[in-house]
């Protein structure tokens, strides 16, 4: 196909819940909305995943309606060529990324494609790995722990000589 992604006519079975709360109006809408967050808190989940699937497509549509659900609108090309979509999760620390969620590596083998990466800057970003090795991890910063100073002892102890003198 030609590469570009359109939302489709179909209907979303894809959704997740948001942070959001809204009061929904309709007993179904409430019951749906609380086997979602029983069942899969913040994750996607399908309507084929609830109980009662039919209870739950006529209960989501307030959930979206109100924002408390998100809806995946269904993705691909007009012709009606296959389209895939990877997501992955990746977390940004200090020592460089780390991939949290991921698809299995894709094996490139099995696909084929008439677009080639010629920009050398590209391709050696590709190349680096996520994440950098941090060494051995039983290392720990001890803190040494101050003496007292020599001169503030003895002047205690002068004092004290002192004081005793009197």
């Given amino acids: 196909g030609s590469g570009k992604v359109k939302t489709l006519e179909h209907r979303p079975t894809l959704h997740r819940r948001t942070t959001t709360t809204y009061i929904l109006k309709r007993p179904s809408s409430r019951q749906t909305l609380s086997e979602i967050v029983k069942k899969f808190g913040t994750f ?8 009662d699937e039919r209870a739950g497509k006529v209960g989501v549509v307030e959930c ?3 924002g408390v659900v998100r809806q995946y609108e269904p993705a691909g090309e007009a012709d009606g060529s296959p389209v895939s ?3 992955t999760t990746v977390a940004i ?19 084929q494609s008439d677009k ?51």
């Fill in 64 to 66: 979206v309606r109100g």
């Fill in 93 to 111: 620390l200090k020592n460089g990324l780390s991939r949290l969620a991921a698809p299995p590596p894709l094996d490139l083998e099995k696909v």
């Fill in 44 to 51: 996607p989940f399908s309507l084929r995943q609830l109980d």
């Fill in 85 to 87: 979509r990877l997501l």
């Fill in 116 to 166: 080639k990466i010629t920009d050398e800057e590209v391709l050696a970003i590709l190349e680096r790995p996520l994440a950098k090795s941090t060494g051995s991890k039983g290392k720990k910063n001890k803190k040494k722990k101050k003496k007292p100073a020599k001169k503030a002892v003895e002047e205690e102890e002068d004092d004290d000589e002192e004081d005793s003198d009197e």
